[in-house]
């Protein structure tokens, strides 16, 4: 409830207590067991800085944060609760303007971002690649980086990975060792990735955090919300996704100091994934980013269960806190509710420790910054309620949104440009092209090669046949030339002795 520019957020026995927007940048915490109420007061503080015209970003794990879309709906308990916190005058049940959005592109406008835009340390962080393996990636990206190939897509970096494993023995001097072992394990993980969704996340068109810091035509902040009750069942895409749309914004977003109140705000339910198994490096990134980013006029709300699933590096920055009911059972969780109770600053008429046993559904204790930034002394209250619907909001809604959305039809269809994998195929085929031609033109040569000794031995036989005739004629003819002469000589020899005989009858006569 947003009101005299302040956001009317619990009500400490009669006592109002406020988030004030000039201290609304410097980050919160909402934390408590299942069920005690985390997600209404999300929804409380979502209106109430949509209220101020503050854009607003949450993450729906459950589907019931899609009630802000809706008007609430009046009822005895709610009326009780509208006269306790003196709402009244001003009361009224309202929905609020909404984007949806959905990695998978089903229950909201998809979302996508490309493989270049996450940057190899978040990409190893989704991965969850060793640190040899992380090195590896760097190189893949430095390599995509210097020679021009941009990488949008998850096929893009797969040819990127097999160009740098063919080419690791040039590519060493230049960029470090690679090693097929390395290179196997990254495309392994891409399977995995693959399956989990990875494939219809990254892509283009590529979202805007621009599109995410958006006002009504009233003034109000829009509140974006992703829808990640699928998503959830992937959490390293769940909590990687946002640590990039925090470094996003940060990367572009200038500096204003401390602002009138906040350019934009994030909510990161189940906080605690974004933490679980993390690299050192990735776990700096993340500090680096809250301590930095306010700055910039973003404030980061995280949600979890217990102040214990949150780092203390990053547990120090965040100054407006809300500490719902914890169940302890066991030492360790005594543990976590003296570490809880011991974040506030001490209310000498309060035991905090007892209290969050005792708190029930919709009560919290609550500490906010006043004017000059300091944490209020601890109280215990209850939380108002939100003017939109508590329950997930109709699917008819939720569609009716999402069709009459600008942005859908930005964001609908997925395309896919030319980029690495697109070049590196066509290099390659330009290669085997090139190498078959090589291959046909030396085959040709070789026929050719070939041909031309055929001919010259069908020549060097035909000569030789030529001259084995010439010499078989040669040797007929002067067999010839013997038999006709040894004939001729015979003949003469016979028409000689006849001659002769006619001669010698002619002069002797017959003698007889």
């Known amino acids: 409830m947003f009101s005299d520019y302040k956001a009317y957020i619990a009500n400490a026995q009669g006592k109002k207590l406020y988030l004030l927007p000039r201290m609304a940048n410097r980050h919160g915490l909402i934390t408590g067991a299942t069920g005690t109420g985390k997600t209404v007061t999300m929804k409380v503080l979502a209106e109430s800085f949509s209220d101020m015209g503050v854009p607003v970003f949450l993450a729906d794990v459950k589907g019931d944060v899609s009630g802000l879309a809706e008007p609430g709906v009046d009822s005895e308990g709610m009326q009780k609760r509208i006269d306790r916190f003196d709402l009244r005058e001003c009361w009224d049940y309202h929905g609020y303007a909404v984007t949806f959005w959905d990695i998978f592109g089903e229950k909201g406008i998809p979302v996508r971002i490309q493989v270049s835009d996450m940057g190899p340390l978040m990409f190893s962080r989704l991965l969850g690649l060793t640190e040899v393996q992380t090195g590896v990636l760097h190189i893949v990206y430095r390599v995509a980086d210097d020679n021009g190939l941009e990488l949008i897509d998850l096929k893009d970096l797969r040819a990127m990975l ?32 693959e399956d989990e969704g990875g494939n219809i996340f990254f892509g283009e068109p590529s979202i805007s955090v621009s599109d995410l810091l958006r006002v009504d035509e009233n003034g109000h902040g829009l509140l974006n919300i992703l829808d990640s009750t699928k998503l959830i069942q992937s959490p390293l895409i769940y909590s ?27 909510f990161f339910d189940e906080a605690h994934l974004l933490f679980q198994n ?55 969780e005594m543990k976590a509710v003296k570490a ?15 209290e969050i046993l005792s708190l029930g559904t919709g ?26 619907l508590m329950t997930p909001a109709q699917e008819e809604t939720r569609k009716s949104i999402m069709d009459n959305d600008p942005l859908f039809t930005s964001y609908q269809e997925a395309v896919d440009r030319y980029s690495a994998y697109e070049k590196l195929k066509d290099e390659t085929d330009a290669r085997e092209q090139a190498e078959r031609e090589e291959a046909e033109q030396k085959a040709l040569a070789k026929q050719e090669a070939e041909e031309r000794k055929a001919a010259a031995r069908q020549e060097a036989e035909q000569k030789k046949a030529a001259t084995a005739k010439k010499k078989q004629q040669s040797a007929a003819g002067k067999a010839f030339k013997k038999v006709a002469k040894t004939a001729t000589n015979s003949l003469l020899d016979r028409v000689g002795r006849k001659i002769g005989k006619a001669i010698a009858r002619g002069i002797f006569g017959n003698w007889r």
Do not use: C
């Open 340 to 354: 809880a109770a011991n974040s506030f600053r001490p209310n000498p008429a309060l035991d905090s420790e007892k």
């Open 162 to 193: 097999t160009y740098v494993s063919d080419n690791r023995a040039n590519l060493v001097t230049t960029y470090g060792n690679v090693t097929p072992q390395s290179i196997g394990a990254i495309q392994r993980a891409l399977l995995r990735l």
């Open 240 to 266: 990687t996704f946002l640590i990039w749309l925090v470094s996003e914004l940060f990367e572009r977003l200038p500096e204003v100091g401390d602002p009138e109140k906040p350019k934009a705000v994030f």
């Open 363 to 388: 009560e919290a204790l609550v500490s906010l910054l006043d004017e000059k930034g300091i944490p209020t002394m601890v109280e215990r209250a209850n939380i108002l309620p939100p003017q939109s």
């Open 278 to 332: 993390a690299p050192k490096a990735f776990l700096e990134k993340i500090v680096q980013l809250v301590k930095l980013i306010r700055s910039k006029g973003v404030g980061i709300y995280f949600v979890s269960q217990s102040p214990s699933d949150i780092p203390n590096d990053v547990l120090a920055q965040l100054s407006n806190r809300i500490q719902h009911g914890l169940r302890a059972y066991t030492p360790s």
